[in-house]
């Protein structure tokens, strides 16, 4: 027997700076210690990249452009399926505020593995290491 699980549609930032990217470690809730591309769920009426952009804003207090889409990951947890649409993005400014996150970092190629992901952002990292990080 199969059971469904409703699917939360969400959308991830892959925020990149010179070499390296952000990763941010969750500071609450059911996977607080997990470290992930922050984002968040996309409402009623908004387009993905729309979405990551408020996200970025509630979250860092920052203000990105939206890039390219690298990969949507998906992933069953216990009680849902995450799809989560993944993009290269910009910040349009170097202030970022941890709002939501107890910690972040700025990781390159050689650090990418340093930290213990989550499951669904562990396909996004396979993404980035295949493709790489584009220069900005």
């Not at 995450?82 to 107890?102: A, I």
């Amino acid at each position: 027997m199969t059971s469904q699980r409703k699917t939360i549609a969400v959308v991830a930032a892959i925020i990149v700076k010179e070499d390296r990217f952000l990763a941010t470690q969750r500071g609450s809730g059911e996977f607080a210690g997990g470290w992930e591309f922050p984002g968040g769920k996309v409402e009623p009426n908004e387009t993905p990249e729309q979405a990551l952009a408020r996200e970025i804003k509630e979250e860092l207090g920052a203000d990105i452009s939206v890039g390219r889409h690298l990969v949507t990951a998906e992933h069953d947890y216990a009680t849902f399926h995450l799809s989560m649409r993944c993009y290269f993005c910009n910040l349009l400014s170097d202030h970022v505020d941890l709002l939501e996150h107890s910690d972040a970092k700025w990781l390159d190629m050689d650090t990418i593995d340093t930290v213990e992901w989550l499951p669904a952002d562990i396909q996004v990292v396979d993404a980035i290491k295949a493709s790489g990080l584009p220069s900005c």
